[in-house]
């Protein structure tokens, strides 16, 4: 069974090809801007590298989020144009709160475990899990001091791209683990979509947004 996974949201744009377990094919680049530009070549490249074409995909796993607006909407796009052109695609939507928090080891974990993903604004995407990796809060965006106070008096292990950024000041936390990634790692993205999968309980791709996008009006010009 060939899978693909890719993910545009963040700061990254991230490609995988597997068989069955085993990863037949990586891509992953670190940029600010043009993911969506990248992607559909890179996926053409990698089928074309491995000799199979997209027909021949059996399930397909995309980040749907939180991250960049622009980014959130060109995965779940791309996924969804997918399975139009192969109706019988298997389709998965995978959050980025389940990929990071799937990346800790059972030593790394505690009783609250918190996804921390940046948001390049004051605040911090957010959610937080137990040690057996249920959700114990809805995916939020939430300043600093909002998440300190729900912090507070609790030892905890910490993961994400806004891990860095935000202990960049004094938190006065109990902290277990600390586990600073720069961008959501694939392999854990597709180990997610596989377990979902396997679980019979794949989740149609949605975009996770949870804030209202930044839009500016043009200036009008007055002659």
């Known amino acids: 069974m060939y899978i693909l996974a890719f993910d545009t949201t963040a700061s990254a744009c991230s490609i995988i090809l597997c068989q069955n377990n085993s990863v037949l094919a990586k891509y992953e680049q670190v940029m600010e801007f043009g993911q969506s530009e990248v ?77 921390i993903i940046e948001t390049k604004r004051d605040d911090f995407y957010v959610q937080i899990f137990d040690s057996n990796l249920q ?52 392999s854990a993205l597709v180990k997610v979509g596989i377990r979902q999968y396997n679980d019979k309980r794949l989740d149609y791709p949605k975009p996770l947004y949870l804030r209202t996008p930044d839009v500016c009006l043009p200036k009008v010009s007055q002659s």
């Not at 991250?67 to 389709?91: D, E, W």
């Not at 939430?142 to 938190?171: A, C, H, M, Q």
Request: a negative charge; glycine letters at 6%; hydrophobic letters at 40%.
């Open 39 to 115: 992607l559909l070549p890179e996926i053409q490249k990698m089928l074309t590298e491995q000799n199979i074409t997209f027909a021949d995909i059996h399930a397909l796993f995309v980040c749907v989020g939180p991250g960049s607006f622009t980014g959130v909407r060109s995965s779940v796009s791309a996924a969804r144009t997918f399975q139009i052109a192969c109706p019988n695609l298997c389709l998965g939507g995978v959050s980025a709160f389940d990929a990071y928090v799937s990346c800790l080891l059972p030593e790394e974990l505690t009783d609250t475990n918190v996804v």
């Open 135 to 186: 959700k114990t809060t809805l995916p939020q965006a939430l300043p600093y001091n909002e998440i300190i106070s729900l912090l507070k008096g609790k030892k905890v292990t910490l993961i994400g791209d806004g891990v860095e950024r935000f202990l960049s000041s004094p938190s006065g936390l109990s902290l277990h683990c600390i586990k600073i990634m720069q961008h959501l790692d694939i």
